[in-house]
């Protein structure tokens, strides 16, 4: 399965860290990533890592204040998202999703998470 954690309130220029842990079959899934969806609005890549750390550049939006590092350990694999210098923008939920290649298309990734609620008030 995939669980996301860490979501929550934080003011303007705070920092999260999300925490995307795949467990069971889904910790074999070459990439998980990260997306986000904010109401009214469609869902969009964030960043993503293949379980050898091959990474796709960050979103624009994010790339300057975001960073991902990823911790494998014998079935349990997490992708870590730390979020800095947040902005009201940044808020929307944040799901973590596992597919067999690295992709920011949304519909390369076959499983996905429950979701988590990131709110940057300002």
């Known amino acids: 399965q995939l669980v996301e954690s860490g979501g929550g309130l934080v003011q303007a220029g705070g920092s999260l860290r999300l925490s995307c842990a795949a467990s069971?079959?889904?910790?074999?899934?070459?990439?998980l990533a990260w997306f986000r969806q904010a109401p009214s609005k469609e869902r969009e890549f964030v960043a993503a890592s293949t379980v050898t750390g091959i990474s796709l550049p960050l979103a624009d939006s994010v790339k300057d204040r975001f960073t991902i590092s990823r911790d494998n350990a014998k079935n349990i694999v997490t992708l870590y998202l730390h979020m800095n210098s947040l902005r009201p923008e940044d808020t929307a939920v944040y799901y973590c999703?596992?597919?067999?290649?690295?992709?920011?298309?949304?519909?390369?990734?076959?499983?996905w998470g429950q979701g988590t609620q990131v709110t940057v008030s300002s």
């Open positions: 069971g079959h889904f910790a074999m899934w070459t990439a």
């Open positions: 999703a596992a597919g067999e290649r690295l992709a920011t298309d949304s519909h390369e990734y076959d499983y």
